[in-house]
């Protein structure tokens, strides 16, 4: 059970387009969704965290017009990448979970690489 | 604010040997406590589950202990395998509900 999806795997896209990245919960209703970034050789870095319905919290540093991010069910989160540069290029991971627990389930990764 | 250290960054092991991964975080005031295991461009697996209220966690070969006071913990590994091979991450709940903050990572290799 709590099987994350995101979909695609892998894009490559040109500088100045938009991407989007789409975030599923299978098989249970995710109350929040967090998306992170990973730069090659570094941790993740939370990007933002989204609750269903509600705007997403971004974290310090991150352009929210830039990363658009919408929740707007309880089983799906999309990570909008806009006007996408070569310093985006980076492995996009988002995790979700449901209210009063603890634990967050990660989703396999997107790798965005802009040319 | 939390700031989550892993020592060290890189361990290559020979087969079958024990290892153990540190994990250290600056503010002890946190709920749970988990390690992660991260394959080469792909996404996360949760390996153990530490609560504050607990001491370890076992999974198999895999041993996690926390000391909340100390702010520390260790995955302790048995019997290490090639397949074991992978970069581990702990992370910590901070800044808010649900949300945590991930160590900077092991990337350990075990040779045939």
């Known amino acids: 059970g709590a099987v994350v999806s995101q979909h695609p795997s892998r894009v490559i896209c040109k500088s100045g387009t938009s991407v989007k990245i789409e975030c599923r919960s299978l098989d249970f209703q995710a109350t929040t969704m967090f998306w992170y970034r990973q730069f090659p050789k570094q941790s993740l870095m939370l990007m933002a965290t989204s609750n269903e319905g509600s705007k997403a919290t971004y974290e310090q540093g991150v352009e929210k017009d830039k990363f658009l991010i919408n929740h707007a069910s309880l089983t799906l989160s999309t990570l909008t990448v806009t006007s996408a540069h070569p310093e985006d290029s980076s492995f996009y991971i988002c995790?979700?979970?449901?209210?009063?627990?603890?634990?967050?389930?990660f989703g396999p990764g997107t790798r965005l690489t802009v040319l | 604010k939390q700031e989550v250290t892993q020592i060290p960054a890189a361990l290559s092991v020979p087969e079958g040997e024990n290892l153990v991964l540190n994990c250290s975080f600056t503010d002890s005031a946190i709920y749970n406590l988990q390690w992660f295991r991260q394959d080469p461009g792909k996404g996360l697996t949760s390996l153990l589950l530490?609560?504050?209220?607990?001491r370890e966690q076992t999974s198999g070969r895999l041993n996690a202990s926390l000391d909340k006071s100390s702010g520390r913990s260790t995955l302790y590994i048995a019997a290490s395998q090639p397949g074991d091979s992978a970069t581990y991450l702990c992370?910590?709940?901070?800044?808010?509900?649900?949300?945590?903050?991930f160590g900077t990572g092991t990337k350990l290799q075990v040779i045939p």
């Open positions: 992370a910590v709940p901070s800044g808010g509900y649900q949300k945590v903050t």
């Open positions: 995790s979700a979970s449901w209210q009063f627990t603890d634990t967050q389930y």
């Open positions: 530490i609560q504050s209220s607990q």
